[in-house]
């Protein structure tokens, strides 16, 4: 048998072959822009879509609200033990109000919400039918479970109508899991559409991931189900802190029996550490201002509208409808060749590759952001627009 060593150094090799080798790098992020190998870039790769992330104005004012008290950085326990802290009922009570749901509960972060609370929810007996392009953290969610689980084609209500009138009569419960705006796409789901299929069976669920339009989308931020008025109709909501936020950790908003029972069997949430108190006051405090955030969400909005629009001009393939922008090129090294282009040319764009996204379909990744200069805007134009795009 191959000696365990030799036998990751030939994968790593592969994955180096196939231009899908990953590997740290420093970065050090200064306001919008990003320091790294030893330049200067603007950073188009991270999901601080508003901006709040890099405003040092919006956090000098909370910590001049803090005491030496106030800013705990550890729970020191689960808050199943003594890592309640009130900051976190504060939070949720604060996020419930908001939604104007029964209840909200806080993770640690979105990739433990969706691996702990899938498999709670569901037992063998149950299905989960499942967008074909939902994050990794929702397939291991899934993988998790102890219920049968199958994958839609992306966005297609007919084949998940085709699998809803097929099974729904020979399983207890079924989950349609999906995101509102997909992470490597940035395309829409069709929620509307998907709360009609769910109404027609009693026995099924919806669970909608917005980890990507928390912040962004709704007259209030709270997501495409505020935008598209069905928030009522989820009944599991999730979003994160991490991105348009600025902070870190997730939620999810559903029924107040479903909160008792998650905080008896999400594992994630039982047997960890909770968030330092000093970072759920943070995401409060970041909360109770999204609301009033109107400006930064359209700024965010008309800027996407002209980065899809310059790419469809030139004929890029690009399935968006938000501010994550793929340019899809199809080979993983050609891929990174036209990122480190970007890269050099002040854009701190990434290569997105397999196993991220399918075979075949590596891309470069635009997460635009509200805090973008108008001459930045129209540098990064300039270059798509040209006749200098990267690799031509
Ligand atoms: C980022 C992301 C997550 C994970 O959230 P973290 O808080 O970063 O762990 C979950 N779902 C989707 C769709 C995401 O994009």
Same mark, same amino acid.
């Given at each position: ?10 994968? #790593? ?27 200067? =870039? ?8 508003? *901006? ?8 000098? $004012?909370? #910590?001049?609200?803090? %005491?030496?008290? !106030? ?8 808050? @199943? ?41 569901? /037992?063998? +007996? ?15 969610? =899934? ?34 899991? %999906? ?5 490597? !796409? ?10 009609? @299929? ?22 209030? *931020? ?49 047997? %960890? ?16 201002? @999204? ?16 980065? $899809? ?36 040319? +002040? ?12 075979? *075949?379909?590596?891309? @470069? ?5 509200? !805090?973008?200069? /108008? ?8 270059? #798509? ?8």
């Amino acid at each position: 048998m191959k000696d365990l060593y030799t036998h990751i150094q030939s994968a #790593l090799d592969s994955l180096a072959a196939e231009g899908n080798l990953r590997s740290l790098s420093h970065a050090l992020p200064e306001g919008r822009y990003l320091l790294a190998q030893g330049q200067r =870039m603007l950073n188009l790769s991270s999901n601080d879509y508003l *901006g709040l992330a890099a405003d040092l104005e919006l956090r000098a $004012r909370f #910590l001049a609200e803090l %005491t030496t008290d !106030d800013f705990m950085p550890s729970s020191s326990s689960s808050r @199943l033990l003594t890592g309640n802290h009130p900051a976190f009922d504060e939070l949720e009570v604060a996020l419930a109000r908001l939604y104007d749901a029964e209840a909200a509960l806080v993770f640690n972060s979105g990739y433990d919400a969706n691996t702990g609370i899938l498999p709670a929810i569901v /037992d063998t +007996g149950d299905l989960i039918l499942a967008d074909k392009l939902v994050h990794a953290s929702l397939i291991d969610g =899934m993988r998790l479970s102890r219920a049968q689980w199958f994958r839609f084609k992306h966005n297609n209500l007919k084949h998940l109508e085709h699998l809803l009138q097929k099974l729904a009569p020979s399983y207890r419960h079924i989950v349609i899991v %999906t995101e509102s705006i997909f992470s490597m !796409d940035g395309d829409e789901a069709p929620l509307n559409g998907l709360v009609e @299929l769910k109404r027609l069976y009693p026995n099924v669920l919806l669970y909608v991931d917005e980890a990507h339009a928390f912040g962004l989308r709704g007259r209030r *931020g709270l997501g495409c189900c505020e935008e598209q008025g069905c928030i009522g109709d989820v009944d599991f909501l999730v979003g994160t802190l991490g991105k348009a936020a600025a902070s870190a950790g997730a939620f999810v908003v559903c029924r107040r029996v479903a909160r008792d029972y998650l905080v008896n069997r999400v594992r994630p949430f039982i047997f %960890t550490t909770a968030l330092p108190p000093i970072i759920a006051r943070w995401s409060r405090y970041v909360l109770n201002l @999204l609301p009033e955030m109107g400006e930064r969400r359209q700024r965010l909005a008309e800027l996407s509208r002209r980065l $899809r629009r310059v790419l469809r001009e030139q004929r890029m393939k690009c399935p968006s409808g938000s501010h994550i922008i793929p340019l899809i090129v199809g080979d993983s090294a050609e891929a990174v060749r036209r990122a480190e282009e970007m890269q050099r040319r +002040g854009y701190y764009v990434r290569a997105v590759r397999p196993p991220t996204v399918p075979e *075949g379909t590596a891309r @470069l990744r635009f997460s635009l952001r509200a !805090d973008l200069a /108008d001459e930045e805007m129209e540098g990064l134009i300039n270059i #798509l627009a040209g006749h200098e795009m990267p690799g031509k």
